[in-house]
């Protein structure tokens, strides 16, 4: 009896034993996750980061912790440092020569916002704040001539008062609102707050980021359409094609030949010097890589960024119209996130396809960071609502956050031109596609024959033998094309006017 009874003592201690184990294992995994937490907290303190250079049993936890994340948290205070960690790396052209000017390399410097202190808006004697470029300013002076002239005829007439002119700002056209400061695109677009977006009284910094392979005609375009709304430009190019080639870096040359002069302060140059594993069989990790990259490269260099601050993510042949842009730097109470109609046209502005491209191309850098985890390539995507950041940031903004699109499929706020080069530069497009999106018609030689290619531009077909039947287009029309391409008709006259045909389209 006592034996067993020792037995059952012993089962007991054991049981409880191993509840102790359990209960001390949870501790130490919670302990371990709460150090982790803290250091990754700390690893944005510079004085750490002094620490971890001077001492190596510190370097070595400063691995052990990498591995539990891939890139630092958002500061809104200082630069990011995503440029200074590792990346991962497949392909790497060793042999690359960086064209750089003497004083310093362009892909490492880092850029400064300021404020823009531009007068956007005009605050009258008589209280009203109208935008001054949506605004018939001249106005102003005939309705106070025109009273003046009432008042000598009839001394008893009320002059109006500062609160009778507020709110009565008349409007050009194209420009709607109180303030006059409500863009077409905007006003008839499906923003649900459009009655209730108020100016700022400072302008947001907006910030373009865009890939660049060879398209450099309509990065023209877009320097030209938004060069006095965007305050810094992320353009990045690679070494590598999005097939995986090697490619010269032409932009970076071209820069240097100063033939951006004229945007060039306004440029942050990103160099990605590697083309990402599994990107050559799967073309769709190396189209989404290059959108990574930029958005964590170029980020991580901008200095003074602010929470409310515009980010903006295109490809190189989408350029969004200027006045859309300047309502979301101007205002507030739009939410987000912000697609962009834009007017679809193929090989040239000449071939208006149907519909409107809608992509959601803009956020605050606030929601960039907090739902999207800084990666431009997320933004593009219509699954922000399932993030895990969303109703956590939707709640600290008190507000709802509905996307919409600036413009509608009827009043387009901007141009999506595809495949919109010479024939040798669709050549070029051909050979350089991403490995994933089928079929690759740079596969078939015979699809990439120059006098094949010629007869598609003519006719507007496409490579499946296809020849839809677009609809007429003219220069005259409104939104055929930025205007900086209209403006200098026959340099470009190749993406105005069909080419290969004198027929009216």
Known sequence: MSRLVLILGLGKVRRRIRGYKVILLCLLGICVISFLQYYKALHNISLLKELLSSFTHLKMLKMFGDMFWNFPAADFHSPHNFHKH???????????????????????????LHDDPTPYFIHTKSGAVCFREGTKVAAFASRRRLQQHHRKINPKVKPISGDDMVGQCPCRQGWHGPHCGIPTIVYHSNLPSKSKVTPRKVPRRVINAININHEFDLLHARFHELGDVVDVFLVCESNFTAYGDSRPLVFRQQILKGMFDYIKHKILYIFLDHFPDGGNADGW????????????????????????????????????????????????????????????????????????LNVLSACTAAMLFKVYNGDGILLRRRSYYSMSGFREYENSTGRILVPWAIGSPVH??????SWCFKPEGIYYKLISAQNGDFPRWGDYSEKRNISYIKDL??????????????????????????????????KYRYLLENPYTKEKH
């Open 86 to 112: 590792s990346h991962p790396k497949g392909n790497v052209d060793s042999n690359v020569i960086l064209p750089d000017p003497p004083d310093g390399k362009l892909h490492d410097r880092t850029f400064v």
């Open 285 to 356: 990790i190396a189209d989404d890589y290059l959108r990574t990259y930029l958005t964590k490269n170029g980020m991580s260099r901008l200095e003074g960024l602010k929470e409310d601050d515009v980010f903006i993510i295109d490809d190189a042949d989408e350029i969004p119209a200027r006045d859309g842009i300047l309502f979301l730097k101007l205002y507030n109470g739009w939410t987000e996130p912000v697609g962009i109609h834009m007017r679809k046209s193929l090989y040239g502005f000449y071939w208006r396809q149907f519909g409107t």
């Open 412 to 417: 387009y706020a901007g141009w999506h031109c």
């Open 457 to 490: 531009v003519r006719t507007g077909g496409w490579f499946d033998g296809s020849i839809p039947d677009y609809p007429p287009s003219d220069p005259k029309e409104h939104m055929f094309a930025p205007k900086y391409l209209l403006d200098n008709y026959e």
